[in-house]
């Protein structure tokens, strides 16, 4: 499935000679092409794939003072064309660098686009690298060009949510910055939003759900690992899609097919403080049906259904016995041990 863009403009971020940060704006918009769509295509997967998103929303208070806000409704009512929009976002962008230590400059890109049945704002600071490449008559160029796959300052917002929900949580979604707070906070600053929910919490309490919801079922061992299957079966496909985890559908689907009698749904709407509907946390989805672990120089990792079967684990000398280790691991030892088995023999052997 595609994107359809209507608007795209760039603006350029940069320090003058005397450290002072600057933009230069365009005074038109970019014309929608077959390889604009497919530019803007690509930064959308790149966007899509990132595990590290987080959701927020505008000031419940809606203070008419922030800028981006005001700019940004008189956009959406038709008082403001796109050009002016996109430029008064880019003061506010810069104005609100100014306020901090860490230089950034690049490419800023403002666009619109819907995609499946929403339309999107979407509001990236891209950077400009250097690539060195071979003309026809082979000679050295340097060229530009834009690295989509390490996005990392990137806000996008839902407009038909927006319009719909003002005071939804998740109208928003930026990429969260991997330690504390980062760089990318001051996407939400100049934003005037606050953040909403953390998509990796809501995966998390939800595998945390599936597991004590198989509890509360009584279930034996077997239709445990099955409702994880078809949770994590559910999950990957949403990922696959690009679509969020439905927890009505998946109930749906845990009744259907490992035959509950259980509803998951009204479980999880009466004990857990999760969303309706949120997106997929690819690092944590694959604890639903893995064991997972590391530390001191070992690094393990086997599917549930493993454990009491090939793998043993025994609580009082915390030891885990392997039966049938993977072949490319058995010959790296076999490979390795040969020598150590070898250097202790000769050192017994008599004189």
């Known amino acids: 499935m595609n994107i359809s863009a209507s608007n795209i403009i760039l603006h350029s971020l940069y320090y003058n000679s005397e450290g002072i ?43 008419k003072s922030n800028d981006f806000y005001s700019a940004l409704t008189q956009e959406m009512s ?12 880019a003061t506010c962008l810069v104005n609100e660098l100014k306020r901090y230590d860490f230089a950034e400059q690049g490419i800023l890109l403002i666009s619109k686009y819907t995609w499946t049945t929403s339309n999107y704002l979407f509001i990236a600071l891209l950077q400009n690298h250097e690539s060195i490449r071979v003309n026809e008559k082979l000679e ?26 003002p005071n939804s949580n998740r109208c928003i979604s930026f990429i969260k910055g991997r330690v504390g707070r980062q760089v990318a906070d001051f996407f939400l600053d100049f934003m005037g939003a606050q953040e909403g929910f953390d998509t990796k919490i809501q995966n998390k309490v939800l595998m945390q759900a599936v597991d004590e919801f198989c509890v509360r079922e009584d279930l034996p061992v077997e ?26 559908t998946l109930s749906d ?19 857990f403080d999760l969303e309706k509907t949120f997106p997929v946390d690819r690092s944590v989805l694959r604890k ?6 590391q530390g001191g120089g070992v690094s393990i990792s086997f ?40 250097s202790a023999k000769d050192q017994n052997a008599p004189f």
């Open 223 to 248: 239709k445990k690992q099955e409702v994880r299957e078809v949770a994590f079966e559910y999950c990957k496909e949403q990922l696959k899609q690009g679509e969020d985890i439905d927890l009505s």
């Open 303 to 342: 599917d549930q259904k493993h454990l009491g079967d090939r793998i043993q684990y025994d609580v009082k000398t915390d030891t885990l016995t392997i039966v049938g280790i993977p072949p490319n691991l058995r010959e790296q030892l076999k490979r390795d041990i040969a020598p150590i088995a070898s």
């Open 253 to 271: 689907q845990l009744q259907e097919s490992p035959k509950l009698t259980g509803s998951f749904y009204d479980f999880v709407d009466s004990d």
């Open 140 to 165: 050295l160029k340097t060229s530009q060009h834009i690295e989509t796959k390490k996005i990392q300052l990137v806000a996008r917002i839902d407009l038909t949510l927006l319009e719909r929900e």
């Open 78 to 89: 038709g008082q403001l064309d796109f050009v002016g929009f996109s430029q008064k976002v």
């Open 21 to 63: 940060l600057q933009c230069k704006m365009r005074d038109g918009e970019l014309p929608i092409s077959p390889s604009i769509e497919d530019f803007l295509m690509e930064l959308h997967r790149t966007y899509q794939s990132k595990t590290n998103k987080a959701f927020a929303s505008f000031s419940t208070k809606k203070d």
């Open 288 to 293: 639903l049906t893995k064991y997972v672990g």
